[in-house]
């Protein structure tokens, strides 16, 4: 068995630090406090974000681990995936109608459907290749601030799309085409709705 090095504990962090869950409660945060103008509208979208992007997948995940569902820290088997990614299709359903009843800003609503749209399709994907979810969470993240102009937000977080990358190749779960489609896909999709949205 290969020995671990300084730099594969490195790529464990990095992996660790951005899962999914992170980038997007990050991308919801953000938004509802810089778009969002009623402070009781703030309260509910930051507690919902928070449940159903954050809190809700991380305890599915504790759950399914301990239950034997899922075999690895990292899903490695594709077919394992499709069950989380199926429970999060229904978080984000729920986050689209609560934005809804709860009459959140366009682009909170907006947020919700990207990453509603994105776990649909990971779960079709996933049925016959594995794609990086990680790169995928961290390129919505990246798009939806690099589509609103946000530079410094968006640099970094092109920084962490290339580390997370990178990580994800390191700890040898991806291979490169994985980790370069997820990537492609996440921040396709931002510009897809967004412009779709701002031509209706």
């Known amino acids: 068995m290969k020995q671990k090095t300084i730099v594969d504990y490195i790529a464990r962090i990095i992996s660790t630090l951005f899962v999914p869950p992170v980038p997007a409660l990050f991308a919801f945060v953000y938004f509802t406090f810089t778009i969002e103008t009623d402070p009781d509208k703030m309260i509910f979208s930051v507690l919902i974000s928070m449940l159903l992007v954050f809190i ?3 305890i599915i995940f504790i759950y399914l681990r301990k239950k034997k569902t899922i075999s690895d820290l990292d ?3 594709k ?3 499709i069950l989380p990614y199926s ?3 229904v978080l984000m359903f729920a986050g689209i109608i609560c934005s809804f009843i709860f009459q959140f800003n366009n682009e909170i609503i907006l947020l ?3 990453h509603f749209i994105n776990m649909v ?3 079709i994907i996933t049925r016959f290749w594995k794609i990086s979810a990680h790169t995928s969470g961290v390129a919505i993240a990246f798009g939806i601030f690099s589509f609103h102009l946000q530079v410094v937000l968006t640099l970094a977080l092109f920084v962490i799309l290339l580390l997370v990358g990178w990580s994800r190749m390191r700890l040898k779960i991806h291979s490169f085409q994985q980790v370069l489609l997820g990537g492609i896909l996440g921040c396709t999709l931002v510009y897809l709705i967004e412009l779709i949205d701002s031509l209706i």
């Open 87 to 89: 429970l999060g299709i």
């Open 121 to 123: 399709l990971l779960v």
């Open 79 to 81: 077919e394992q995936r």
């Open 112 to 114: 919700w459907l990207i």
């Open 56 to 58: 809700f997948p991380i």
């Open 75 to 77: 899903t490695n088997l």
